[in-house]
Structures are given as C-alpha cells and as structure tokens.
C-alpha cells in the first residue's frame, strides 16, 4: 500500500525568505513523486515531479525537491517566497499500481506575509 | 498546451437529482481518471478508466456513480442520485501510457453542489 504524509498542515514564511514543505511517503514499491499547487478556486497545477532519475529535481516558479529514499522523504523547497507563492500544496505518490492511480497528502497551505 | 476540459465550472442541483460531468481529455491520453476534493479536504481518488472499462475504483465509487467515454473524446462521471455529501470540486485528468511517469493533466475542474 502507498501513503503520504505532509507534515504541516499550515506554513507561514515572510517574503524573501526560504520555503520548506515536508513531505513523507511510504511505498512498496519505487514510487513516482510529484508536487502539485492549487490557488484558491484554482486546479491543480504540476509543480514538479521524480520519476527515478535525478534525485534533485527542479520544477516550475524555482521550486525544487530532493528525493530521499533512505529517509522516504520529498520534501519541497524555495529559496526565496514571493507573494504568489501562497497556496494549498499537495504531495502526491504513485507507482505499483497498473492504473497510476494518486495517493494525495493532505496538503499545507502556504502564507506569504509581506 | 494540450488542456483536460472540464464543462460546467460549477453546478447546483437538488438532492436526488442526477447529474453528469463532462471532460474532454488530451486527445491521444489513454488512461482517464476522475477525483474529488470535498472543502477543506484532500483529494481522493474515484476511479480510473482504461480501454473503454475501469481498471480500478475506490470504496467511494459505489453503484450511484458511474463513467462512461460515450463518443472517443468525452468522458463522464455520473452520479445518479445525489446527496449532500456529494457536494465537492471533481476533477478529471488524463494521461498517455508512454508518459505515464511524467505527471497527469488535470482539468480545471467543476464544483458541484448539492441542495
């Protein structure tokens, strides 16, 4: 079975200072991970993803993750949080299963404060 | 970019009402999906479609809802009789086989509310 776990539910950052959201999956098997945004009344847009290449993987708007295996960890970074960054984010894991199915976290709402 | 469609936006409709939600997927994506995401909550996965038949449905796809690929280019969720907790943004993605490490497309998805 795969599960993940998004450690904060809510994370508030001062613009210009970095942003970090974790992210825990577990999986039997060698897990797809993907990081997913949604504005408010927005979908869900493609953040960035792993799919067993490079563990440092860089996505859109200058986020990045790193895949851990050792400490099953995907957790998201930025360097620096701009005022559009805030936002519902959700870690999502897939793989094992011939349909690709998503298991979602439970996501973490990120505050920007100015 | 290819786009997933998703038509209506938004939707109200009575209790014991049907309903039917609509997605055009990318054209050559084979494999089509619809979640849900109740206010406030994750998203859940519903079912996943494949060759003209699911390939896989959660313990919340149950007999009310059902999805069909009518005419090679539309793809439904029908819930046929609704309840208050069917109220929730549904979202439908799609994705090809060759990409199938590469991220779904979602659609924009329609919030569907129940009166």
């Known amino acids: 079975a795969q599960s993940v776990t998004q450690l904060d539910s809510h994370v508030s950052v001062s613009e210009g200072t970095p942003v970090l959201l974790r992210c825990n999956y577990s999986?039997?098997?060698?897990?797809?991970l993907f990081w997913y945004v949604q504005h408010p009344n927005k979908g869900l847009q493609l953040l960035l993803k792993y799919t067993s290449a490079a563990t440092l993987v860089k996505g859109i708007n200058g986020f990045e993750a790193e895949f851990k295996k050792s400490e099953t960890s995907f957790h998201l970074t930025k360097p620096s949080a701009h005022m559009s960054d805030a936002a519902e984010y959700f870690c999502?894991?897939?793989?094992?299963?011939?349909?690709?199915?998503?298991?979602f976290g439970t996501g973490t709402r990120l505050k920007v404060l100015a | 970019e290819p786009e997933v469609t998703q038509t209506p936006s938004h939707q109200v409709t009575q209790m014991g009402q049907e309903v039917i939600l609509r997605c055009v997927p990318i054209s050559n994506h084979l494999y089509f999906y619809w979640y849900r995401q109740i206010l406030g909550q994750k998203v859940e996965f519903l079912v996943s479609f494949y060759n003209n038949e699911i390939s896989e449905k959660s313990e919340i796809f149950d007999d009310q809802f059902s999805v069909e690929r009518p005419d090679g280019s539309n793809f439904t969720l029908k819930i046929r009789s609704t309840k208050l907790e069917d109220s929730a943004m549904y979202f439908c993605a799609s994705i090809t086989g060759e990409m199938k490490n590469y991220g779904y497309t979602f659609g924009s998805g329609t919030r569907l509310t129940v009166v």
């Open positions: 999986s039997s098997y060698s897990p797809s």
């Open positions: 999502v894991v897939s793989g094992g299963s011939g349909t690709y199915k998503y298991i």
